[in-house]
């Protein structure tokens, strides 16, 4: 979704001209309970043209089937794929000090609830 109703917000290319009160009544429409399901929250600057139409073919689909299989069975391995990992096993996503400090601290500003803490932990490793 966008930022605020021009769109521009946090674009380097055009300039944002909505005011503080106007992102945040944009931004306010979105509950606290539905944004605590949406678990990926970042920022995707716009494409150039330039880059839409180029030829550089980055990472072909057989070689992201290879990547994706290899991982599926790194899990099926282990005995469960990371969508089923138990919230209670604890030791598959143990954060060190650094990590720890940098959880708390998202906790803190985007007041997660216990729910979207629990989640993350089991799926952010």
Partial sequence: MHACPCRFYGDTTHECRCTGAIIQRFL????????????????????PYQELRGKDGGVSSAEMRERVCAARAIQQFRGY?????PPCDRRLCELDAARERTLEMAVRRMALSASAHSRHMTQNR
């Fill in 28 to 47: 306010g429409k979105l509950s606290g309970p539905l944004l605590d399901y949406i678990d990926l929250h970042i920022e995707v600057p716009a494409v």
């Fill in 81 to 85: 794929y990371n969508a089923h990992i």
